[in-house]
């Protein structure tokens, strides 16, 4: 039987895995809102207050912040600053 995977699991996953560099940018922007869409009802069941704060911090904040003309280094580090401030308010909050 196939193990269920927290749907807060596999975005927090997600991005780590295009922040430590085993993901190209492309692929990060082509999925990130498919999979945060497929992933939503899930993360909202599990808790709606985390899923809130990452789609603020790093949809909101982070992915539609970015635009074309950053480079692929400012565009990851741009990421990670709004992923440090997810973390952070979980730490102060959740």
Same mark, same amino acid.
């Given at each position: ?16 895995? /295009?922040? #430590?560099? %085993? ?5 990060? =922007?082509?999925?990130? *809102? ?22 603020? /911090?790093? #949809?909101? %904040? ?5 635009? =074309?003309?950053?480079? *692929? ?22």
């Amino acid at each position: 039987m196939a193990r269920k995977v927290s749907g807060i699991k596999f975005m927090l996953d997600f991005v780590q895995e /295009y922040l #430590s560099g %085993e993901m190209e940018r492309l692929f990060f =922007d082509l999925d990130f *809102d498919y999979y945060l869409i497929k992933n939503w009802p899930k993360m909202e069941r599990e808790n709606r207050a985390l899923a809130e704060c990452f789609y603020y /911090y790093v #949809s909101e %904040e982070g992915i539609d912040r970015c635009t =074309d003309d950053m480079t *692929d280094d400012e565009h990851k580090e741009f990421m990670r600053s709004q992923f440090e401030e997810f973390e952070a308010a979980m730490k102060d909050g959740m």
